[in-house]
C-alpha cells in the first residue's frame, strides 16, 4: 500500500473513533446520515464503505440492514470497526478489512453503492483521486451509486476565523497555502491543524466524477454554515432546535454560492 505521508500516523493517534460524537462533528454525522438515506438503495443492499475508518456509518448501516465491506487503510481502526461489529446485537451484518481507495480489495460489481468517505481529500494528487473515483466505478454495480466526501477549499480559512487559529502565524501560512491551491499540510506537531490532505473547490468534484466516467447527480454541502456555530451541543441537547438547524441546512444545501462555506461537501454520481 502506497501510504500519503503523515496520514496513517496522524489517524494511528486514535482521535478518529470519537470525533463524531459532538460538536461539528455530531452535527457532520447528522446530516451524512440524512443524505445517504436519501440516496442509498434500500437495504439488504450492500454497500463498500471505502475509507469507513473505525465502523462508525458501517454500524449505523449494517444495523438498518445493509451489508456493509468496511476498507480502510489504518490498522488501528481496522481494530476498532471489528470491535464496533462485536457490539451489535444478533449477526453483524459488516466486516472490515485492511485496504487502500486506488485498489479497493473487492471484486468488480460486488456492491450496490459505494462510499468513499474520506479517501478523496487524503489523496493530494488528482490522477490518484480519479484512481479511487475510478476504482468505486469497477467495485459498483450498474446503475448504482457512489458517494464521497470532499473538504471545502475554505474550511482552514473559516476554522482559523472561528477558532482564533489564524493569529498563530504557522497556521496561518497553512490556511493561506490551502487557498491557493487546496495542498494542505501541516508541518506542525499539532493535531488540531489536521494532517496531509486535498481541499476541494465544490465545482471541480462533478468535473472529477466526469473524468473518472461517473454521472454527477449532485454535490451538496453536509453542514452548510451551520458547523461554524459556538453552541451545537445545546443544540444537540434540544430536539426542537436540533431539527431546526437541520432543516435550515437542508434548505439552503444544494445553493452554488454557498457551497463553499461547509466544511464538507458530499458529491453523488451514478455507476
Request: with cysteine; proline share 6%.
Amino acid at each position: 500500500m502506497r501510504d500519503v505521508p503523515h496520514v496513517t500516523s496522524y489517524y494511528a493517534l486514535g482521535m478518529e473513533r470519537d470525533r463524531l460524537e459532538s460538536g461539528a462533528g455530531a452535527l457532520e454525522f447528522a446530516r451524512t446520515q440524512l443524505l445517504l438515506e436519501r440516496y442509498l438503495p434500500s437495504p439488504p443492499s450492500v454497500i463498500a464503505d471505502v475509507g469507513g475508518g473505525p465502523g462508525r456509518y458501517a454500524a449505523w448501516l449494517s444495523a438498518k440492514g445493509y451489508r456493509v465491506h468496511l476498507i480502510d487503510p489504518v490498522p488501528l481502526h481496522i481494530e476498532q470497526a471489528h470491535a464496533a461489529a462485536q457490539m451489535q446485537k444478533g449477526e453483524s451484518l459488516f466486516d472490515a478489512a485492511l485496504g487502500d481507495a486506488r485498489a479497493i480489495p473487492l471484486p468488480t460489481a460486488s456492491a450496490d453503492a459505494v462510499l468513499l468517505l474520506g479517501p478523496l481529500y487524503h489523496l493530494p494528487d488528482r490522477n490518484e483521486r480519479l484512481q479511487a473515483l475510478g476504482e468505486a466505478r469497477r467495485v459498483c454495480r450498474p446503475g448504482g451509486v457512489i458517494v464521497a466526501a470532499a473538504i471545502s477549499r475554505f474550511a482552514s480559512t473559516l476554522d482559523g476565523l472561528r477558532g482564533g487559529y489564524l493569529e498563530d502565524p504557522q497556521f496561518a501560512a497553512i490556511a493561506s497555502a490551502d487557498l491557493r491551491d487546496g495542498q494542505h499540510r501541516n508541518a506542525t506537531n499539532n493535531p488540531a491543524y489536521f494532517t496531509t490532505a486535498y481541499f476541494h473547490r465544490p465545482e471541480d468534484l462533478a468535473e472529477e466524477c466526469a473524468a473518472a466516467g461517473l454521472g454527477h447527480l449532485g454535490t451538496l454541502a453536509v453542514e452548510g454554515p451551520a458547523w461554524l456555530l459556538s453552541d451545537l451541543d445545546a443544540r444537540f441537547a434540544d430536539a426542537r432546535k436540533w431539527e431546526t438547524l437541520l432543516t435550515g441546512i437542508a434548505a439552503i444545501e444544494a445553493e452554488p454560492t454557498l457551497l463553499g462555506v461547509s466544511a464538507h461537501l458530499l458529491v453523488v454520481a451514478r455507476r
